[in-house]
């Protein structure tokens, strides 16, 4: 059964420009979340997905937004690249609607850099 | 406001001794409870999970954690480190209802002496 797959695994963007990162969950699987990682602030969660409904939303501008497709794929967007925005962005996906009793199962990243 | 703790930022323990990883949550309710770990430039892989069912969890590659209510911990434990153990783990709570997204500790990097 194949994981959660993320594109691509590395990225290096300017200042200014905007940027798609993608995540194809495990199979059957219809829930999608998104979570960005640095350093100095640990894993912070973005949103997340169910049925192609945005259900929650973590606390980032409005330039980081997000989509879900009917076969549950889904992608976030960055616009207006900040250097701050460098980070690895990682998707994890989960059977059930609300992921308790389940888990989630996590991708290998996209790590972003922006210049 | 939910929150996890995790109270060590950094362990060291000897190859073959005991690990211990503590990690403490604020809740008015139990939440779900997972540990997670990640090796460098890796994604997160879960280890365990807890959901309201037996307090004493059994995860992958030894690894177990104790749900205390009373004290509000998830410590993780392990009877003997192995190398292949050095790694950062991260404590995460699910609480579920209208907040279902995961809140994460600040991780623990397990260092393991030859």
């Known amino acids: 059964k194949a994981g959660v797959t993320q594109t691509p695994r590395y990225l290096i963007k300017t200042r200014g420009q905007q940027v798609t990162l993608s995540c194809s969950p495990i199979s059957g699987h219809r829930s999608v979340s998104w979570y960005q990682q640095t350093p100095g602030q640990g894993l912070q969660f973005l949103f997340e997905y169910f049925s192609e409904t945005q259900r929650n939303k973590g606390n980032f501008p409005g330039r980081f937004s997000g989509r879900q497709f009917s076969n549950s794929r889904s992608e976030m967007n960055v616009s207006t690249l900040e250097l701050g925005d460098s980070a690895l962005y990682l998707c994890?996906?989960?059977?059930?609607?609300?992921?308790?009793?389940?888990?989630?199962?996590f991708g290998s990243g996209t790590r972003l850099t922006v210049v | 406001a939910q929150s996890v703790t995790q109270l060590d930022s950094h362990v060291s323990v000897s190859e073959g001794t005991p690990v211990l990883l503590r990690c403490n949550y604020s809740?008015?309710?139990?939440?779900?409870l997972f540990w997670y770990v990640q090796h460098p430039n890796k994604g997160l892989q879960l280890l365990l999970k807890y959901t309201s069912a037996a307090t004493l969890v059994k995860g992958i590659n030894g690894f177990e954690a104790e749900f205390k209510k009373s004290e509000t911990s998830f410590h993780l434990t392990k009877p003997s480190a192995h190398m292949s153990d050095a790694a950062e783990y991260f404590c995460?709570?699910?609480?579920?209802?209208?907040?279902?997204?995961?809140?994460f500790g600040t991780g623990t990097l397990l260092a393991v002496q030859p």
């Open positions: 995460v709570v699910n609480y579920g209802g209208a907040t279902n997204k995961l809140i």
């Open positions: 809740s008015s309710y139990s939440p779900s």
């Open positions: 994890a996906s989960s059977p059930s609607g609300t992921g308790t009793f389940y888990g989630y199962t």
